[in-house]
């Protein structure tokens, strides 16, 4: 398999992170700041954030990294690049409330090569490779064959920046509600893309997102079988914010609800 010793890696550092993030959890005791409204840090998501660079620098020194604690970056760079949301979910995290992610995700020359995803508190590990299909542990992954919105159960993250977009955010929201099975909101966007990945729900949306919130999860939709798009249904970019993600008919019909509340005006950055 191409990427095997990527992937050994990034299973590797997100095992460390995962025992690091279990010991903050039990003692209960760990530091929290705010960054921005809203927008926690931890000292367990420092700590995990220092291990993983770590692990993988001790494999791959000449490797590049944008990691949410300590990213520069405001554009992707070219050649080999770790992107780490070393806990995805820290507002979860901080209450005890699951799902909290460790989310790595190898990139080579702007494309993704190599996904993981593991879910801390219920030990579950999604990943994928380039071209090699995507898994949950050693079960492979496809999305869901659901096409009809009224069948179909759906996944969101609620706004916590850029409150002046929220009313249309709240009138998709009640259209989702009355035009499909209902709509869940598990606070990690990683963990939200591999439950579009596993079919546990047919789609997802958000604005607000973050290169190392998606990462790894669109590498992981794409090798089960499904797409991942801007508001204006391109081929999503990793700095876009935005995203839609699910079967393309799911897809289409999130694209068209979110433009018909939201305006053309607000579908980009
Ligand atoms: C957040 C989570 C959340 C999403 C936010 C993200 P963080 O990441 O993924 O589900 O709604 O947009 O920022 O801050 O916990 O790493
Ligand atoms: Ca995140
Ligand atoms: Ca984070």
């Known amino acids: 398999m191409k990427y095997k010793k990527e992937l050994e890696t990034a299973r590797k550092a997100s095992s460390e992170a995962a025992i690091i993030i ?20 931890t000292d367990a998501d420092l700590a995990s954030e220092k291990k993983i660079i770590e692990v993988i620098k001790s ?23 770790w992107i780490i949301d070393p806990i ?6 901080s209450h005890g ?26 030990d579950e590990w999604f990943w994928a490779v380039e071209s090699d299909g995507a898994y949950l542990g050693d079960q ?15 996944s969101t993250g609620f706004p916590y920046s850029q409150f002046e977009l929220v009313d ?33 729900v ?3 949306y958000e604005y607000g997102l973050n290169p190392w919130d998606i990462a790894a999860g669109m590498l992981i939709i794409k090798e089960a079988g499904g ?23 799911i897809c289409k019909f999130l694209e068209g609800e979110i433009r018909n509340c939201f305006g053309e005006e607000n579908l980009e950055l």
């Open 22 to 41: 279990r010991e903050f959890a039990k003692s209960e005791t760990f530091g929290v700041e705010l960054k921005r409204k809203n927008d926690l840090v």
């Open 59 to 81: 494999v791959f020194p000449k490797d590049r990294f944008l990691a949410e604690e300590s990213n520069t970056y405001t554009e992707l760079p070219s050649g080999r690049v």
């Open 88 to 93: 995805d979910g820290t507002t979860n995290f």
């Open 97 to 122: 409330f699951p799902p909290y992610c460790v989310s790595i995700a190898f990139w080579e020359n702007r494309e993704p090569k190599v996904g993981l995803v593991l879910e801390v508190a219920n």
């Open 140 to 154: 492979k992954l496809s999305i869901s064959e659901i096409t009809d919105p009224s069948k179909a159960l759906i």
């Open 168 to 200: 249309p955010y709240l009138q998709v929201l009640k259209n989702m509600m009355q035009k499909t099975h209902g709509v869940r909101r598990a606070g990690a966007a990683s963990y939200d893309l591999c439950c579009v990945a596993a079919g546990r």
């Open 202 to 204: 047919e789609g997802f």
């Open 227 to 249: 797409i991942s798009t801007d508001w204006k249904g391109k081929q999503n970019k990793l700095f876009g914010k935005r995203i839609i993600s699910g079967n393309p008919s």
